[in-house]
């Protein structure tokens, strides 16, 4: 008998030109302080709804059947504060908020119909990750300037969301769309 294969997937939202814009502007502050890691290449920035994890085709295809279900209407979201995410006190994560209430109800409505197949999320906070850091020798230091760095609160509408393949390679992730389901009101 043959193992199944499995996938890496994510459900995601992507971002506008002008979202990317400025969070390059913002990785490019950010590396005036010294630490090791990896900002996150300009083209593989998304935020995250859900992660599933490795899962087989069969699944796959219920994810695609239950997201394509899922109704909502084109939303209006902006850029928020710089912040990190941290373990054990040394920073890990670098993230830039996304602000709108709908986010989050778009993010459980996401968790609502996949409820039997995955557990909900715990602590979902929007937010798109710029950097991945692995060590800070001035905590204090990287910490202070970080909370210097000002986000342009830039405007961007969602129009759709993704399911999301995540390839491991030596280099970074590549990611490709395995389905994309459009809005039901794409109006403004």
């Known amino acids: 008998m043959t193992e199944k294969e499995s996938t890496r997937?994510?459900?995601a939202i992507e971002f506008?030109?002008?979202?990317?814009?400025?969070?390059?502007?913002?990785?490019?502050?950010?590396?005036?302080?010294?630490?090791?890691g990896k900002i996150t290449e300009l083209e593989n920035l998304h935020l995250t709804l859900k992660f599933l994890g490795e899962i087989d085709d069969v699944v796959i295809e219920q994810v695609k059947t239950r997201?394509?279900?899922?109704?909502?209407?084109?939303?209006?979201?902006?850029?928020?504060?710089?912040?990190?995410?941290?373990?054990?006190g040394n920073p890990r994560i670098?993230?830039?908020?996304?602000?709108?209430?709908?986010?989050?109800?778009?993010?459980?409505?996401?968790?609502?119909?996949?409820?039997?197949?995955?557990?909900?999320?715990?602590?979902?906070m929007g937010h798109l990750t710029i950097a991945r850091i692995g060590y800070v020798k001035d905590k204090k230091g990287f910490l202070?300037?970080?909370g210097g760095i000002h986000v342009k609160p830039v405007p961007f509408s969602v129009s759709e969301i993704k399911l999301k393949k995540s390839e491991l390679k030596p280099l970074g992730?590549?990611?490709?769309?395995?389905?994309v389901v459009p809005a039901v009101k794409q109006s403004d």
Do not use: C, N
Not at 18 to 30: F, G, M, P
Not at 95 to 103: D, L, R
Not at 104 to 109: D, F, G, I, M, P
Not at 173 to 179: A, G, I, M, N, R
């Open 16 to 36: 506008s030109d002008e979202v990317i814009k400025e969070v390059a502007r913002v990785q490019e502050l950010l590396l005036g302080v010294k630490f090791t």
């Open 94 to 124: 670098v993230w830039v908020k996304v602000e709108g209430k709908e986010i989050y109800e778009l993010q459980k409505a996401i968790d609502e119909k996949l409820k039997d197949l995955f557990p909900p999320e715990e602590r979902f």
């Open 144 to 146: 202070e300037h970080l």
């Open 9 to 11: 997937t994510f459900i």
């Open 67 to 88: 997201l394509q279900e899922i109704k909502f209407e084109k939303m209006k979201l902006k850029l928020g504060k710089m912040g990190a995410f941290s373990a054990h």
């Open 173 to 179: 992730p590549v990611y490709s769309d395995l389905e």
